[in-house]
């Protein structure tokens, strides 16, 4: 494993400032983490970390799409980015909303898995196309659009965005792995 240093150290007390500083303790005592590095090192910025966390909050859990179609959007950017980070986390919360390993398997394969039904296909085919190429044809939005409505639509391309930025802030800023080299259960 190539061991790198963090570009911005994770947040104390002093340096998160008091509100941020119990927003991460409870994150940490959810996440079942010492220190949650990426709320940690993006608490440092202050209110802004608070409008991420409402931001991001109204897209997963909040949203209209259903837990698990966020966190197979989720799962995907992070394959497709080798977000770490992510896949740590959101394997774990992926299980609890209805991913089993097959599932998992097949999300990590991508839209010409075998066995997927036809939204899921859908789904992964538009993950893919944003995270390429930051656009989707006229065909995958079409078919897509056979599969969410309007109001979801826009909160999908929200979803991919938010997660594909979020692996490239902690790719470029070297965020630690809140697990280490052991990730919890696949």
Known sequence: MTVTTPRIPSGTATTLGPINWVICKVIAKGAGVPNPHLFTTLGRTGGLF????????????????????????ILRVAHLRESAYEMDHHVRLGRRAGIDRDLLESIKTGPDAPGLPLRYRAI????????????LTDATWAELAT??????LLEFMLLVTQYDGLATTLGTLRVER????????R
């Open 178 to 185: 809140d697990y280490g080299d052991k990730p919890p259960r």
């Open 147 to 152: 599969q969410f409505d309007e109001r979801r």
């Open 50 to 73: 608070r409008a991420w966390l409402f931001y991001s909050g109204h897209l997963m859990p909040g949203g209209k799409i259903s837990r698990k179609e966020s966190e197979m959007v």
């Open 124 to 135: 992964l085919t538009a993950v893919d196309e944003l995270v390429a190429t930051k656009t």
